[in-house]
């Protein structure tokens, strides 16, 4: 069963920075685009960043670039979002994807979440 569990979130303040990791099991991880997603409170669940399956391809949110990069490690089945420069708009819960198509966004499976909270 596919499965992908985020870890890494917490409470920071704004300027700080953070490292998101997501372990991906049940799949083949390596044939996979992945991606971040995040939603913050009231809002829609919106795009952060995609990599694709070799990482050679990288694609992010005009609000985060130049601030957070996303990587992998195939052999470790590990996707990562440093996040650096953290602003409170930055606050969400965020989600690892995998399968995320490169034009529609759309994703094959989600993870559970990992809460981010950047105070001002």
């Known amino acids: 069963q596919e499965q992908l569990v985020e870890s890494g979130g917490g409470l920071v303040q704004a300027g700080a920075s953070l490292r998101l990791s997501c372990a991906a099991s049940?799949?083949?991880?390596?044939?996979?685009?992945m991606g971040w997603f995040r939603q913050a409170p009231g809002k829609e669940r919106e795009f952060v960043a995609r990599?694709?399956?070799?990482?050679?391809?990288?694609t992010y949110n005009d609000s985060v670039k130049g601030r957070f990069t996303i990587s992998r490690e195939n052999a470790k089945n590990m996707v990562y979002l440093q996040m650096n420069d953290l602003k409170p708009e930055d606050t969400a819960v965020y989600y690892c994807?995998?399968?995320?198509?490169?034009?529609?966004?759309?994703?094959?499976?989600w993870g559970t979440g990992t809460p981010v909270t950047v105070s001002s």
């Open positions: 049940g799949l083949i991880f390596s044939a996979y685009a």
């Open positions: 990599i694709s399956w070799n990482g050679g391809s990288t």
């Open positions: 994807a995998a399968g995320v198509n490169r034009l529609t966004r759309e994703v094959d499976y």
